[in-house]
């Protein structure tokens, strides 16, 4: 599927890119340990997520945020063809590598999901994995509206982990405001009711949710790579503090998580509707 117009500039485009609190972190920069560390979705979503008709073949797929294409990769081995959209040109890079390697044919294209350069009516399904908190919402729904066909399907989704009391979640992220007493992200509980509202307010229909709790194991290094890959420090510290937080933190596991390996307990969260 090539449905692409020409980008616009990059002239004023990264201004638009950002949450309402303004914490505006540069994931490219933690783009190999966001390819390596990150949790790839569960199968169970993607179970999910046919039976109420998404991923299915030659279903044509738009995925806003794509990162380092983790969520358009798994949609495009399942049958679908996927445009994968997103703004940062170091993670598209490593997710063009995948793509190449896997031989798969997920198009990519460098653009703000505020302002997505393909033709209207030209996609059955808009999917948003981890992202939505980042964009404009208002005029990210005004665009997903022009770009999906009448009754397509809007997917967005989360996998997040879970910080209870005085796990290794709780006690790393405490690590993070250390270091970075902006980061927003700390203390989540994997579910986000705002979406329900933005996509009611833009008149979607059919708005549903599901969530499923699921344990992810991790090594001492592959947690520290993880939290590398996030917003909080890889995304927002310098070289210097990513390597001074990263012996802290590996200090903290040795002497408070020595066993190997950790259970790390996370969430799935979905919202699905559909378009007028």
Known sequence: MSTARPAPEDAGMRSHYVSASDFDPKFGNAATDYERYRATYPSELFDRLKAVGVGTENQRVLDLGTGTGFLA?????R???????????????????ASREEADNTEYIWARAEQIPIRENSVDVVTAGQCWHWFDRDHVCSEVQRVITSGGTIVIT???????????????EQLILDWNSDWPGAGGTGFYPDW??????????NIETFSF???IEYSHDAWRGRIRASA??????????????DEQLDDHLKSSFPDEPIEVPHRSFTVICTAP
């Open 73 to 77: 990769r798994e949609l495009r081995q």
């Open 196 to 205: 329900t509202r933005d996509l009611s307010k833009a008149e979607f229909q």
């Open 158 to 172: 989360h996998f997040d982990w879970l910080p209870r009391n005085r796990n290794v979640v709780d006690e790393t």
């Open 232 to 245: 909080g420090v890889g995304g927002s510290l310098s070289e210097e503090e990513i390597r001074e937080f």
């Open 213 to 215: 709790e699921t344990t």
């Open 79 to 97: 049958g679908s063809s996927v445009i994968g959209v997103d703004l940062d040109r170091e993670l598209l890079a490593v997710a063009r590598r």
